[in-house]
């Protein structure tokens, strides 16, 4: 007598199951249509580019004629204040999208001559990219007056110069074989710097004339040439000998 109910209940069980299922689907389906697919409720923003290390990086090299300094230039041994040479040059370069940047270090090596002594030595220094071939270009360029502190009773100290944005395009044929990061001593590469405006002497009143009585005065000498000092050709060269 009891089990003719167990049919009727199973499936009146089955029955109200099948309809949460239906009402959950539409719920979802209703849900998907305002947010999109579930499970990805937010649209992710797209990722910045990445920067890429493999680039190849152009070559290195010191510029010739341009691997030692010293000063002042063009004296004899005895008369040298300090004497600089460069030494090993490192790089790494970076690709972001179609730009690449190119972190750049130098070190060197500053020696006190005979005439020297501890202070601070500003050693100037260039960075330069140039597109080698028959028209070489110059495609990137920098000046850098490096400064050196020399302790008392030092006869040697080491100096490093770094450039992290050395940025270029990148060739249109990812070919870099032909670009060439130089490095070498520019003494004459430091701006000159424009001469300071003085104030303007005021002018002095005019004087009345006065009558003159007898014989005019005699004229009065006019004071000799002071010797003047003439700046060498070169800024660190000597100046003539005094005679």
Request: charged share 15%; hydrophobic share 45%.
């Given at each position: 007598m009891g089990n003719w109910l167990v049919g009727p209940v199973v499936r009146a069980r089955a029955g109200l199951g099948l309809m949460i299922a239906a009402s959950a689907l539409t719920a979802c389906a209703s849900l998907e249509s305002v947010l999109g697919p579930l499970g990805t409720p937010f649209q992710q923003k797209p990722e910045p580019p990445q920067q890429q290390s493999d680039v190849d990086c152009p070559q290195t090299t010191i510029r010739t004629g341009a691997s030692t300094w010293q000063l002042p230039a063009g004296v004899s041994a005895p008369n040298v204040r300090?004497?600089?040479?460069?030494?090993?040059?490192?790089?790494?370069?970076?690709?972001?999208?179609?730009?690449?940047?190119?972190?750049?270090?130098?070190?060197?090596?500053?020696?006190?001559g005979p005439k020297g002594g501890p202070g601070r030595v500003s050693v100037p220094i260039r960075i330069a990219l140039v597109q080698e071939g028959p028209q070489p270009k110059s495609l990137w360029t920098k000046?850098?007056?490096?400064?050196?502190e020399v302790p008392s009773g030092q006869s040697q100290v080491t100096f490093a110069q770094v450039e992290d944005d050395l940025t270029f395009p990148l060739p249109p044929d990812r070919n870099m074989s032909r670009y060439v990061i130089y490095v070498g001593f520019d003494p004459k590469g430091e701006p000159a710097r424009p001469p300071a405006k003085g104030k303007a002497k005021p002018k002095a009143p005019p004087q009345a004339k006065a009558k003159a009585k007898g014989s005019p005065p005699p004229p009065a000498s006019a004071p000799a040439p002071q010797p003047g000092f003439a700046p060498p050709p070169n800024s660190f060269e000597p100046p003539p000998p005094a005679r």
């Open positions: 300090y004497q600089a040479s460069l030494g090993q040059i490192d790089r790494e370069c970076a690709l972001l999208g179609q730009t690449v940047t190119a972190k750049v270090g130098v070190e060197g090596r500053l020696l006190v000046f850098y007056s490096v400064p050196v």
